[in-house]
């Protein structure tokens, strides 16, 4: 599923330069950058969880996952190679 490193940067661009064009490598920290800070997180989160239907977790918010362009394409890369978790029907469970 790699390749959202474009989308992920557009939106990093749109949503935090304001449409002014920035260069920067995909494993440059946004962070350090100064384009990325906590209020930029949640709408960074928020942004991941509707756009690719994950779940971003409190222990997800960490630098490794979400400080660049490289690090959000494999967090959400790794996120959606995740099998779902498998809930019996209810059912089945009385059944039981």
């Known amino acids: 599923m790699r390749g959202n490193e474009g989308e992920l940067r557009r939106f990093v661009i749109d949503n ?33 969880e509707k756009k690719f239907g994950i779940a971003v977790e409190d222990e997800d918010l960490v630098p490794e996952n979400l400080d660049s362009i490289g690090n959000l394409a494999r967090f959400v890369q790794r996120k959606l190679g995740q099998p779902a978790l498998c809930v019996p029907a209810m059912g089945a469970a009385l059944r039981d």
Do not use: H, I, P, W
């Open 16 to 48: 935090f330069l304001y449409g002014r064009e920035a260069k920067f490598s995909d494993e440059d920290s946004l962070m350090e950058l100064g384009f990325l800070d906590s209020t930029g997180v949640l709408e960074l989160v928020s942004f991941l």
